[in-house]
């Protein structure tokens, strides 16, 4: 019990020796120190930027597929034969839950809503801009194959205009969508991975400034650990401060920005600017903290054969 005790006060020692070194060392190149983590904070912003829109997308691609429809856009003069022949096939369908037709003034008033602004153009036509549209729900168990066969019967049905399914628009736009969320992954790896580098070149400054110090800690027995551990306490004291101070900007500028985007959150049916969610932001957090302990660790490594490790 004694010797556990004993170890216990050792390693709890250990870690208040490390941060009180690390402490020292910020305190005394304190400037070099907040340009690092600003560097990084700057990083993390965009990770974290990049997150909360990969987040959002998600939703509002999991809204879109679930509230999907098979839209038939009838002529303008399109009569009551045709909504009844429409409406006759869709009944013969098992993979259609319901549906529901809207007139054309309906539907007039639909796209003003969407678009006021749009109104002067609208009213300015000679005749109505838009036909009666039948809007069809799937049920789940629709196949694409089936879903193919209704567009293709429903297409052929006279004083049809044009069938559309909305997954299929979706689908290209989640392409699109897909490719710049790859795009901008990359480069805000690479942003992260370069503030980590800059962070462990400046610390590798630090420890060329308390060379001799360190050469007196060897000379007197230390063990590796009491010099690495130091760099590795304020790489992640560095870190941590860049994601926290990334994070407190990223939702200053999602608060401001919130009332310039009162019609896109309506749109979506936010009553909020979004933010990352708590497991986003922790992994943020221990990310961070990680990739600072990594670039504390890879500055205080003694080079060997005279290769600095940071130098390329």
């Known amino acids: 019990m004694s010797r556990v005790r004993h170890e216990e006060r050792h390693a709890t020692g250990f870690v208040r020796y490390c941060l009180r070194e690390a402490l020292t060392s910020l305190q005394r190149r304190w400037r070099v120190a907040l340009l690092s983590t600003l560097l990084l904070a700057a990083a993390v912003f965009v990770l974290a930027a990049y ?3 990969s987040e959002q997308l998600g939703l509002v691609t999991t809204r879109m597929n679930e509230a999907a429809e098979l839209s038939i856009y009838l002529a303008r003069d399109a009569g009551p034969g ?9 009944r013969r369908q098992p993979i259609v839950a319901r549906y529901e037709l809207v007139d054309a003034a309906q539907a007039t008033e639909r796209f003003l809503r969407d678009f006021p602004e749009l109104e002067d153009v609208v009213t300015g036509l000679p005749d109505g801009p838009f036909g009666a549209v039948v809007e069809v729900r799937l049920t789940p ?8 066969t209704l567009v293709g ?22 392409a699109t969508i897909n490719l710049a969320q790859r795009v901008g992954g990359a480069l805000a790896a690479l942003l992260a991975l370069a503030a980590t580098i800059a962070v462990a070149a400046v610390l590798r400054l630090a420890y060329y400034a308390r060379r001799d110090e360190i050469e007196v800690l060897g000379l007197l027995g230390a063990p590796p650990r009491a010099v690495t551990g130091p760099f590795v306490v304020e790489g992640m004291l560095q870190a941590l401060a860049g994601t926290i101070a990334a994070l407190v900007a990223l939702r200053v500028v999602l608060a401001v920005g919130a009332q310039a985007a009162s019609r896109w959150l309506a749109t979506l049916n936010l009553e909020a600017m979004p933010y990352l969610s708590w497991p986003s932001i922790a992994w943020l957090c221990v990310g961070g903290v990680l990739a600072g302990a990594c670039a ?16 390329h």
């Open 51 to 53: 997150l909360l829109a």
């Open 82 to 90: 045709t909504r009844d022949g429409v409406e006759a096939e869709l």
């Open 153 to 174: 019967r429903l297409s052929l049905e006279p004083g049809v205009d044009d069938v559309i399914y909305d997954r299929d628009v979706l689908a290209r736009v989640l």
């Open 141 to 148: 168990a629709a196949t694409e194959r089936d879903i193919a």
């Open 296 to 311: 504390g660790w890879l500055a205080a490594r003694e080079p060997r054969d005279g290769h600095d490790p940071l130098e």
